[in-house]
């Protein structure tokens, strides 16, 4: 199974920009999926997860700002970001996660929000 992320690219700050998350074929037993986000010189972190109920999490910096949501039926994710800000620059990354304990990350799309 490959996951691939797309919708990154430049913007200007306070402009939005949607991420999509779409696995190459239908991931059964998906639990959480979840978006993450690398900036140069520093770790990953958590944006934002979605569980199979529908119960979204997000981090402190982008509450407000950023939407997370999912079709099951096309074992999609999607990360709708508003507001951005140069903070918000780094590497996001998606990982689709089963009930079995399995965990499929893309490679990842550069997000570059200029000030």
């Known amino acids: 199974v490959q996951v691939a992320e797309s919708g990154g690219g430049l913007v200007q700050a306070g402009g939005s920009l949607r991420l999509s998350c779409a696995a190459s074929?239908?991931?059964?037993?998906?639990?959480?999926m979840g978006w993450y986000r690398q900036a140069p010189g520093k770790q990953r972190e958590l944006v934002a997860v979605i569980s199979s109920g529908d119960r979204t999490n997000y981090a402190d910096s982008v509450k407000g700002r950023f939407t997370i949501s999912r079709d099951n039926a096309k074992s999609t994710v999607y990360l709708q970001m508003n507001s951005l800000k140069p903070e918000d620059t780094a590497a996001y990354y998606c990982?689709?996660?089963?009930?079995w304990g399995t965990g499929y990350w893309g490679k990842g799309t550069l997000v570059t929000v200029s000030s």
């Open positions: 074929e239908s991931i059964f037993n998906i639990n959480a």
């Open positions: 990982k689709i996660s089963t009930t």
